[in-house]
Nanobody
Framework: QVQLVESGGGLVQAGGSLRLSCVAS???????MGWYRQAPGKQRELVAS???????????NYADSVKGRFTILRDNTKNTVYLQMNSLKPEDAAIYYC????????WGQGTQVTVSS
């Protein structure tokens, strides 16, 4: 059974930072992982992803809207993927989810990020 537990969200002022964490159970962590977000009235979108290979170096990709501000990291010893978010903007406010990338599986509950202007 796939289980994803996201944490680290909260309320932050514009320009501030947050670090999200996601612990994955089962075999899901053998896959490339991604952070997705869904704002009210909008479709869920992939904002960052990271591959699995440590021998050839992890490959990361970012949506243009977060490039240079967000960093995705993974710790395979802890089955955890992180999203470091800096220089947050009001438009970053959303529920953030982690999941496999590019094809997600069952969703966790997500973690709410609110950015005040």
């Amino acid at each position: 059974q796939v289980q994803l537990v996201e944490s680290g969200g909260g309320l932050v002022q514009a320009g501030g930072s947050l670090r999200l964490s996601c612990v994955a159970s089962g075999s899901i962590f053998r896959n490339a992982m991604g952070w997705y977000r869904q704002a009210p009235g909008k479709q869920r979108e992939l904002v960052a992803s990271i591959t699995t290979s440590i021998t050839s170096g992890y490959v990361t990709n970012y949506a243009d809207s977060v490039k240079g501000r967000f960093t995705i990291l993974r710790d395979n010893t802890k089955n955890t993927v992180y999203l470091q978010m800096n220089s947050l903007k009001p438009e970053d406010a959303a529920i953030y989810y982690c999941n496999t990338s590019p094809v997600p599986r069952e969703w966790g509950q997500g973690t709410q990020v609110t950015v005040s202007s």
